[in-house]
């Protein structure tokens, strides 16, 4: 039944045009869609059972209840009855289009050489033919923020829809902030004999404060200065001030966490976001005080320590909101992997939180802290109409399975090259 | 020239009567009796026995008497030790004194592999089977290293050349510093190994299990090559491992894994090591003691972390707190449970104190005498010298120590250090004792001038009044004084006085802070008083009542004192997933006997049995992993055909991901060697039996599993320097044609031998064994099966013909991502799968990898397994089972079976693990939730019957072990106060072992 499904969607939707291939994008929304019916999970917190969803020209036009009567006329009705609607996932902090086969060096493209570049923009290297893109809006996950890696300052990083003929045509919020890793107090050390990892004091840790506290430094001096010497690397910085970039920070530690804000505010850094993991625990107060957003890594992952809990990764989510911080979840590690971003949230449900709490962390607390919330991270309307419909609870593996999924509007193509295969040999062998 | 001329001088006089009269002399004879009576001494002639008052007779170095009534003849230089104590002095069998340095070969990231040794000459085939080196033909007396040990009371070693696995013959010598000819006590005393490769730059072998292959391979050469009487060719290395089998064996091991290693090493060619541990031997001392080896046990304990921030304090382990407080008891435990040893100043740094940390022993539990016997005739009689050394026995080498008291007691220090009769001074036998208050006068002018810190560390001050002194630089010495001072604040300057003693003080000149010269006398008042002693006592003995941690099993963080046991469980009125025909059984009864599944059913009851109630609950069989890499300590070895090494010789009970995977239900896992090569070494099939030992981990009567691989890793793809055969498929495919035609030729010379009659056996050299032969006809015979890793279709199907070729079946293709393309031909060949899940495009071959692909096996009717290779993803293997319900609709109890019944299946263990089944092993997990959900959580994880994880007692776990955290960093903090040596930084931490992980080199994580 699901298989023939995919084949269906296959043969309507385009003319499959080999492997290399992702599928084709489609036209913009052109005329009113009303999904209706299906119990809507808005991503802010409130679940509405029997809902009507309408959308136009790429924006939520109604989010209701169906006991609210509605005039249907001019719309294309959908019943999603037993279904639920979602916001479009949206993960943070990832390579998405930058990097393919990582273990190819011509398929990477996230890691400049250099340790301040914050004029290096993923927007540009943003590949639309990325083979992973497919399978991330599969899954529910219809933004993602793709993010240049490495050095002290590794780039500016921008929002992209799931979906587009062209960098330009797939962005949604071009240079949204600046990725900077604070440096680490401790130096870890790698023993290749023993494979053990030792950490001792940074020597140069001071010294590596010192040369951001220049760069910031001289990029107020430059801001300020009547007339200059044009310098692309010191513009760039500018909108970190002004607030129409933000900041996340890379921040390990808790002393770490602590140095860094209290450094990027003094610097008078107008919007920061934080991404770290456990130590947040430890300064969590220190954190809600100011205000800072916090992105994690998957909750599936081990802990760091031997004597962590065992489930800390998969508290943490919980313990944090507990905490009154804004918690988003994001994938690190091997890209393919980043499409289970659903499962990290329904891991957080599993130890402790709320499951539209949960939801938050892949939605609207995601566009908080990407600072996109006015436009997406929740279905309101006025937003944009980047959502999906799921056979049943999309943070589990069972109910994940996606029907409709619309970027602004755009009704998606789901299959791709994965299910193409599935299909192939499934017929090769005469599976049912 | 001075100086020359007086060390000459020093030489001449240390020549005893036996000096060799083969040397060229410079001189006049000058041959001397070095005849000495000690008298009035507490001799300690041996552990068991002391004389209080006698007298001990040396004569051109040897004793030649010691007893109470010992009457001196003439020509004896009497010395009277009244107040002294005399001991043997100690003796370490763990050094490396004299010998030349050893340079540990290092190979670059990425540099080209070094497949041959590059030794010069006809030696082993391996660089680092250094049997050949004789410790006594590179040994060099070393002055400041004798000087060194000497002060720590030794009088003789045992030392050798510490390169390699093998590393030759070991010299016994004193510390003297004669000449070579004069200290070698004994040539090859003994023969050592370790589990260290040294200098040797050869590739293989990078791991335990290597170093342990090569050494099992080296015993079997040597008695295959020592079995002809004309050698098949020369081997100056295996010459020399031949001739030293009869000598005392020493193996250099390390932690208490790598000991019990080392022992089974022995065990298999009847050899009983003597082994060199660390001070961890404690933690599991029930197996050391089981091991019946000699110990050697060093006293290097670990320094206390600073844990003063709360912050860096997370960054401690809990072992390594742990161990800090109970490494002290290392010994005492030991001794108690009646293991011989050796103690050893071996791994002591610069600044450390060796009899110092022999005292903290002592306060530690050990005995007094059983510290003795361990630094004197243990190891004495370990090297069969008992008359030699170790004790002050008439015809022993005069090799004593001369101390102001019991050598174990905090303050006491050793005055001479008498090495083969000549003696060696370390501080003066007669030492004034200063104490007391003196009534300074310079040039009119009185101070109150106070001496304390006794004869040892003698220091003065001024006293002005109650709460006010002057302090005073002085420098005391039998005969003369050296004071300076600052008479008072405002003067420019010091007075410096020069003096000597007096009977009652001393006297002397100086000159004040203008230059004047002036007369100076002190002279004694009264004795000082002693302070705050009774405090400090009273806080000593505090510190002393103190309780101690216990050493848990697994030593470390959520270890535990009581190791769970099997009980009758009844779990009631769940949702019980059999994995057999009777499907899932809602409310449904399972209960557990004698770590056996008993009966499963609705409404059971069983007296006695302790019931668990299941409602709401899921119960499933254990998961099983069939593809992991946790539990080991090493996972590649690089030789292309690896078969000789084995995951079982180096299983680590105490790896954390033991526990985590518990809690994600998962109770048994095949830890499969890495990718790194066509043929990898043989598996270890486990329970997760957390806090047992690493033997008892591994699953009794397991089948024999390998592990095969193909493709980039195997062909070295991302080193672009590597020039180890093969680097193409093709060539792969050639390693395992040549692997198996080998076997066979192999089999059939072993066949032809041990046909002829035991006449002809006599005549006939028996073939060499070959422990990767051997393994490979293992496979072709079906008694030892292969996982293989497997990506892209074509080399799947290669391997499948190999294996036709040679009449076998592959067993399982393990990753095999694109075995939805291959499906029917595995079926039709009977090969079963394990795959990822959902893992894609991390490399170039596995861009065609899709999350269909378990499905789509299944459904070919391919025993399908979903596996983890990674311990993440090993802790939740039943939600990677679930994505197949997402990626391809399969059944949920088909899904579940990937993760249970199936691997069992692939690793032929179905017969007592992988359902819900009455007579299988209890291997059972109880669910809070639907256990294909990512809602669900391991409530309960039971292994042979025994609960190895429970919610409710993890969360005690973690409060016991907060609270112990705690009491460690308090204790940890009060040593910082104390003044104790501190270490920064955190503890070390071991780190996840992926496919192709090899130790020494830099990898990617990559799979």
């Known amino acids: 039944m699901k298989k023939s499904f995919y084949l269906i969607c296959f043969c309507l939707s385009f003319v499959y045009q080999g492997f290399a291939q992702v599928p084709i994008p489609v036209a913009a929304q052109s005329s009113p869609i009303l999904l209706k019916g299906g119990t809507a999970h808005l991503g802010n917190g409130q679940v509405i059972q029997n809902s009507l969803i309408a959308f136009d020209k790429g924006k939520l036009t109604a989010v209701q209840a169906a006991s609210t009567s509605m005039d249907e006329a001019g719309f294309q009705v959908i019943d999603i009855t037993g279904k639920h609607v979602y916001p479009g996932f949206i993960l943070p902090n990832s390579k998405m289009g930058l990097k393919e086969v990582s273990s190819v060096k011509a398929m990477t493209d996230s890691r400049e050489r250099g340790t301040i570049n914050p004029n290096i923009r993923s927007v540009i290297s943003y590949n639309t033919d990325s083979e992973f893109i497919p399978t991330m809006r599969f899954n529910g996950i219809l933004l993602a923020e793709s993010t240049p890696e490495g050095g002290t300052i590794s780039g500016t990083s921008s929002v992209m829809e799931m979906e587009g003929w062209n960098w330009e045509d797939a962005a949604h919020t071009v240079d949204v902030g600046i990725h900077l890793n604070w440096p680490n107090r401790i130096s870890r050390t790698f023993d290749f004999a023993t494979f053990t990892r030792k950490e001792a004091p940074n020597k140069n840790y001071q010294k590596n404060i010192d040369g951001l506290k220049d760069h910031f430094a001289a990029t107020k001096a430059y801001m300020a200065a009547p007339s ?205 | ?36 009576a000690f008298t009035n001494a507490t001799i300690v002639v041996d552990e068991n026995t002391t004389i209080e008052k006698g007298t001990l007779l040396i004569k051109e170095g040897k004793i030649q008497a010691v007893g109470n009534n010992v009457s001196i003849p003439k020509g004896y230089t009497s010395i009277d030790l009244t107040g002294k104590h005399i001991y043997p002095s100690l003796i370490d069998l763990q050094t490396h004194y004299g010998m030349p340095e050893v340079k540990r070969a290092t190979r670059n990231r990425g540099a080209s592999e070094q497949i041959q040794s590059k030794t010069a000459g006809a030696y082993n085939a391996n660089e680092a089977i250094k049997a050949h080196i004789k410790g006594s033909e590179v040994f060099k007396i070393d002055k400041k290293a004798a000087g060194t040990m000497r002060k720590s009371g030794f009088g003789t070693v045992l030392t050798y050349h510490p390169d390699g696995f093998a590393r030759g013959t070991g010299a016994v010598v004193t510390l003297a510093e004669s000449n070579e000819n004069k200290v070698l006590l004994k040539n090859a005393a003994s023969a050592h190994y370790s589990f260290s490769k040294g200098s040797s730059g050869q590739t293989f072998p990078v791991s335990r299990m290597g170093h342990i292959a090569l050494l099992r391979q080296t015993y079997l050469d040597a008695k295959w090559f020592g079995s002809q009487s004309t050698r098949p060719f020369a081997d100056q290395s295996l010459e020399a491992f031949i001739s030293s089998q009869n000598l005392p064996q020493f193996f250099e091991a390390g932690d208490w894994m790598n000991v019990l290693r080392a022992d089974k090493l022995g065990d298999e060619f009847g050899v009983q090591y003597i082994i060199s541990g660390e001070t961890d031997a404690y933690q599991r001392i029930q197996e050391i003691k089981n091991s019946r080896a000699t110990m050697i046990i060093p006293v290097n304990f670990p320094k206390a972390n600073d844990v003063e921030d709360p912050f860096d304090a997370e960054k401690v382990s809990y072992k390594d707190m742990l161990h800090w407080e109970l490494a002290p008891t290392n010994a005492g435990v030991l001794a108690k449970n009646g293991v011989r040893f050796a103690l050893t100043s071996d791994g002591l740094g610069k600044g450390d104190n060796f009899m ?118 002085a420098k005391f010495s039998e005969e003369l004084i050296t004071l300076s001072f600052q008479p008072e604040k405002k003067a420019k300057g010091k007075i410096r006085l020069s003096g000597w003693t007096e009977s009652d003080g001393w006297k002397g000149q100086g000159q004040l802070v203008d230059g004047s010269w002036v007369n100076w006398t002190a002279n004694s008042k009264k004795a000082a008083t002693k302070k705050e002693d009774g405090k400090k006592d009273k806080k000593k003995k505090e510190e002393a009542d103190a309780p101690m941690g216990q050493v848990t099993f697994p030593f470390k963080a959520f270890g535990t004192t009581t190791l769970p046991s099997q009980k009758t469980y009844l779990i009631k009125n769940a949702t019980v997933w059999t994995n057999e025909a009777d499907g899932v059984i809602e409310n449904a009864d399972v209960l557990i006997r004698n770590g056996k599944i008993a009966q499963v059913g609705k409404n059971l009851s069983a007296s006695g049995a302790t019931e668990i109630d299941g409602t709401g609950k899921h119960v499933t069989a254990g998961i099983i992993d069939e593809h992991t890499h946790i539990g080991a300590s090493a996972i590649n070895d690089v030789a292309t055909n690896s078969s000789m090494v084995r995951i079982g010789d180096v299983v680590d009970s105490e790896d954390d991901d033991i526990y985590r995977a518990l809690a994600g239900g998962v109770t048994a896992a095949q830890i499969l060697h890495g990718s790194a090569n066509p043929v990898g070494g043989q598996s270890a099939l486990i329970k997760m039996r957390w806090g047992a030992s ?104 290669m391997l499948m013909h190999v294996a036709d070729q040679f009449n076998f079946n592959i067993n399982t293709f393990t990753h095999i991502l694109e075995g939805y393309k291959v499906a029917d031909k595995m079926k039709a060949h009977g090969a079963g799968a394990s795959t990822f899940s959902d893992w894609w495009n991390y490399k170039w071959e596995v861009r065609y990898a899709i999350p269909y692909n378990a499905t789509i096996m299944h459904n070919e009717g391919v025993v399908t397994a979903i596996n983890s290779d990674d311990r993440n993803i090993g802790r939740r293997l039943n939600q990677e089972a679930a994505k197949s319900i997402k990626y391809g609709g399969m059944g949920e109890e088909d899904a579940l079976k990937m993760v249970t019944l199936n691997p069992a299946k692939l690793l032929h263990l179905d017969d007592r693990m992988g359902s819900i089944k009455v007579g299988k092993d209890a291997d059972v997990v109880l669910w809070t939730d639907n256990p294909l959900s990512v809602y669900a959580r391991a409530d ?55 496919c192709n992980s090899i130790l020494g080199e830099e990898t990617e994580h990559e799979h």
């Open chain 1, 228 to 432: 200059k010497i044009a310098n692309v690397k010191l513009a760039s910085m500018e909108g970190l001030f002004d607030g129409s970039k933000r900041l996340f920070l890379h921040a390990d530690s808790p002393k770490e966490i602590v140095e860094s804000v209290r450094f990027m505010q003094q610097q008078g850094v107008k919007h920061i976001t934080l991404l770290t993991d456990e130590s947040a625990l430890y300064v969590a107060d220190f954190l809600k005080e100011n205000n800072i957003p916090v992105i994690l890594p998957q909750t599936q992952r081990v802990p760091d320590r031997s004597h962590q809990a065992v489930d800390l990764p998969y508290e943490l989510p919980h313990l944090l909101t507990e905490a009154g911080l804004t918690v988003s979840l994001s994938h690190q590690g091997m890209e393919s992997q980043a499409r289970n971003l659903a499962f990290y949230a329904g891991t957080a449900v599993a130890y402790g939180m709320d499951k539209e709490e949960a939801l938050k962390t892949i939605t609207s607390n995601t566009a908080k802290a990407l600072g996109i919330d006015k436009r997406v991270g929740t279905l309101e309307v006025g937003k944009d109409a980047t959502l999906f419909v799921s056979a049943g609870d999309a943070l589990d593996y069972k109910g994940n399975i996606l029907s409709h999924a619309f970027i602004s509007g755009k009704l998606v193509v789901l299959p791709n090259k994965q299910q193409e295969l599935f299909e192939r040999f499934s017929t090769k062998y005469g599976h049912e």
């Open chain 2, 1 to 36: 020239m001075k100086k020359i001329q007086l060390l000459l001088l020093f030489c001449c006089l240390s020549i005893l009567a036996v000096a060799q009269e083969t040397f060229p002399r410079n001189d006049v004879q000058d041959t001397r009796m070095g005849a000495y």
């Open chain 2, 356 to 473: 110092a940390n022999v005292r903290k022993a002592i306060k530690n539990g050990l005995a007094e005498k059983d510290a003795l016997k361990a630094l004197t005739t243990t190891p004495a009689s370990i090297l069969g010298m008992s008359n030699q050394i170790g004790s002050l026995k008439k015809g022993s080498h005069a090799n004593f120590l001369i101390t102001n008291g019991n050598l174990f007691k905090d303050k006491t220090v050793i005055h001479e250090n008498w090495i083969q009769g000549h003696p060696y001074r370390l501080s003066p036998l007669t030492k004034k004792d200063f104490n007391g208050e003196y009534a300074l006068k310079i040039n009119g002018q009185s101070y109150r001038l106070e001496v304390s810190g006794g004869a040892k560390s003698p220091k003065a001050k001024i006293i002005v009044d109650d709460t006010t002194n002057i302090s005073v630089k």
């Open chain 2, 694 to 797: 690493p033997e008892e981990m591994k699953i009794k009567n397991a089948p024999g599993f390998i592990k095969f691989a193909l493709g980039e890793n195997v062909k070295r793809s991302r080193s672009s320097n590597s020039i180890r055969f093969p680097q193409t498929r093709m060539g792969v495919e050639q390693v395992f044609v040549d692997g198996f035609t080998n076997a066979l030729e192999y089999e059939k010379k072993w066949k032809t031998y041990l046909k002829l009659s035991e006449k002809d056996k006599a005549k006939t050299i028996a073939p060499r064994r070959d422990l990767v032969h051997e393994t490979m006809l293992e496979i072709i015979k079906k008694e030892r099966f292969i996982s293989c890793h497997s990506y892209v279709q074509s080399e799947i199907n």
């Open chain 2, 940 to 994: 309960k994880t039971f292994i042979d019957g025994k609960i190895y994880f429970d919610i409710a007692e993890d969360k005690a776990r973690r409060a016991t072990l907060q609270k112990e955290r705690a009491r460690l960093i308090q204790k940890m903090n009060a040593a910082k106060k104390s003044g104790a040596p501190m270490k920064k930084g955190g503890s070390k931490m071991k780190m996840e072992f992926h």
